[in-house]
């Protein structure tokens, strides 16, 4: 929708016809992440390509790009789909990540505890989501000889007991210009992010080593469009959580909050367009997500309505076909004074749409 109304003809590739993209663009190409006619039957169509989604396989982006410019390109995504690559990468150029070792059994977990400590969380290296394939173990009676029985890669992390979780979005042209957006503060509820405010309640000096750890970030895995890095605050440190090279669910805010959407602003990068100014247009806005779970057991959404009587309020809805518990269908965003009033806004016309 940024690209269109900047003039751009936009093309989508998708898995099933109707996909929420699928329902704005010029263009649609659907195929398997494997069909090579589909994919180049749509790349070739194309002047530049970009993506909203980091576990397509890497060799599905570098053919898209034989035929045009890819951003972000293959490397990036392999890495990023990885979680101990990702970690590796980011640690040996010297950025402050969470403490990390790889795990493949029980044996191996109780030695990475002797280096991190308890608690720990364990995840897959790959394709987890909103906490799935995670879990937490306290000690080494937690641990399970069959939760390594896939044989899947997996990492452990020392559980950071953080002040709290800000997230940093950062666009890179193709000609290497870069520009952070505001720092978002994060709340998660059973690992799935719930509410996003901004400006993040960080002292100046933390936001400016945040903006640089995302820019270094970007500029290490050579990613150009969007970058959005995780970070964990603890004691006036940053430090990285995972990273995802595309537009992020804390940064929707933006098309009401900023002069610049994190939208458009992709669209300028990969375009190696001037980058839009990113600050914000208010004193503070928040964002809270619409899982699911506000449907009924029937799939009828609940009565937009009620949200929409507090005013002013902005209800985004996703398109998506078929709600499920924990799935985002959409948010609510409000802008105003403060981060603290406007979550307390969003939060309140949230609470309106339960059953
Ligand atoms: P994903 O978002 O892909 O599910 P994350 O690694 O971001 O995976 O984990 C989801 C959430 O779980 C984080 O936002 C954070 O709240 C919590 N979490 C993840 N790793 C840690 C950690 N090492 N210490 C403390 N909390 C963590
Ligand atoms: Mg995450």
Not at 196 to 207: C, D, F, G, K, M
Not at 326 to 343: C, F, I, Y
Request: glycine share 6%.
């Amino acid at each position: 929708m940024a690209a269109a109304s900047m003039g751009y003809e936009v093309i989508v590739f998708c898995q099933q016809e109707n996909e929420p993209a699928a329902q704005v663009c010029h263009r649609v190409v659907t195929g398997a992440w494997d069909d090579r006619e589909a994919i180049d039957r749509f790349a070739s169509q194309c002047d530049v390509i970009s993506l909203e989604f980091e576990n397509i396989p890497s060799p599905t982006i570098a053919d898209c790009a034989r035929h045009a410019a890819t951003h972000p390109h293959a490397n990036v995504l392999a890495i990023v789909q990885d979680r101990l690559l990702e970690k590796g990468t980011l640690s040996d150029a010297g950025l402050p990540v969470t403490p990390f070792a790889p795990v493949d059994s029980r044996e191996s977990a109780v030695e990475a505890a002797e280096s991190l400590g308890w608690p720990m969380i364990i995840k897959t290296c790959r394709s987890g989501y909103d906490g799935k394939g995670q879990f937490q173990v306290g000690g080494e009676a937690d641990l399970q000889p069959s939760d390594f029985a896939d044989g899947g890669r997996w990492i452990a992390e020392k559980r950071i007991d953080f002040d709290r979780e800000i997230s940093v979005v950062v666009a890179r042209t193709v000609s290497g210009q870069v520009q952070t957006f505001p720092i978002f503060e994060n709340q998660h509820r059973n690992h799935i992010l719930d509410v996003t405010t901004t400006p993040a309640a960080v002292s100046e000096q933390l936001a400016e080593r945040a903006r640089q750890v995302a820019i270094e970030t970007a500029e290490v895995l050579d990613a150009v469009g969007l970058l959005c890095v995780e970070m964990f605050v603890c004691d006036e440190q940053v430090m990285i959580n995972e990273v995802a090279p595309r537009p992020h669910n804390s940064g929707h805010l933006t098309i009401e909050a900023c002069h610049t959407s994190q939208f458009e602003q992709q669209v300028r990068a990969i375009c190696n367009l001037p980058l839009g100014r990113t600050d914000l247009v208010c004193g503070g806005a928040a964002m809270a997500n619409l899982l699911g779970d506000l449907w009924s057991a029937d799939g009828d959404p609940p009565d937009w309505t009620q949200a929409l009587e507090v005013d002013p309020v902005r209800l985004h809805l996703y398109g998506k076909r078929l709600a499920k518990p924990g799935r985002k269908m959409g948010h609510l965003t409000a802008l105003g004074d403060t981060p603290e009033s406007v979550a307390e806004r969003v939060r309140a016309a949230r609470s309106r749409l339960q059953h």
